[in-house]
T-cell receptor
């Protein structure tokens, strides 16, 4: 069965801490992995990863993919209260017809 | 910058009633999607449309129908609502004809079926 599993389910940290969020997957014919941030409403795009070992970076956020071990991590350094959100991982896979599965997300709470 | 616009934002239906959720994007995107989000389940794909005139089932299509009216608009219809369809519904779009690109989401429709 194709699946995407995120861990931890939830996390509480203090401002300034560094966090690492995990996304592992088991799918057939992997194509890409995407990270989204969901605050109150609509998810917003963070990164798309297709190649192993190449870090994507945007400010304090970075992400990397390991296609051999079938996982990705999202790092957030020097966390701020504005980083509080649900972080969603999605995997695109399949042959002629793409499919997509989202993980259930990691709820991050950053306390002042 | 409107992006992806969904209407309505909130709706309460009685079991058996029908309704259509509307979605429009102004980014000239080819692909459009309907997801539902339930606690502990993540986002699940209901239907998608890779281009104008085509639609395909996603992971949870039962109880829903869709129409890709034109390139801008993609509607989701519940013919006979059931309590199990209580959820938050998101419409999304992306530029290509595959899912391999950044998707832009609407603000969601919170639907309650009583």
């Amino acid at each position: 069965e194709d699946k995407v599993v995120q861990s931890p389910l939830s996390l509480v940290v203090h401002e300034g801490d560094t966090v690492t969020l995990n996304c592992s997957y088991e799918v057939t014919n992997f194509r890409s992995l995407l990270w989204y941030k969901q605050e109150k409403k609509a998810p917003t795009f963070l990164f798309m990863l297709t190649s192993s070992g190449i870090e994507k970076k945007s400010g304090r956020l970075s992400s990397i993919l390991d296609k051999k071990e079938l996982f990705s991590i999202l790092n957030i350094t020097a966390t701020q209260t504005g980083d509080s959100a649900v972080y969603l991982c999605a995997v695109v896979y399949g042959g002629a017809t793409n499919k997509l599965i989202f993980g259930t997300g990691t709820l991050l709470a950053v306390q002042p | 910058n409107a992006g992806v616009t969904q209407t309505p934002k909130f709706q309460v239906l009685k079991t058996g009633q029908s309704m259509t959720l509307q979605c429009a994007q102004d980014m000239n995107h080819n692909s459009m999607y309907w997801y539902r989000q339930d606690p502990g389940m993540g986002l699940r794909l209901i239907y998608y449309s890779a281009s104008e005139g085509t639609t395909d089932k996603g992971e949870v299509p039962n109880g829903y129908n869709v129409s890709r009216l034109n390139k801008r608009e993609f509607s989701l219809r519940l013919e006979s609502a059931a309590p199990s369809q209580t959820s938050v519904y998101f419409c999304a779009s992306n530029r290509g004809q595959t899912m391999n690109t950044e998707a832009f989401f609407g603000q969601g429709t919170r639907l309650t079926v009583v």
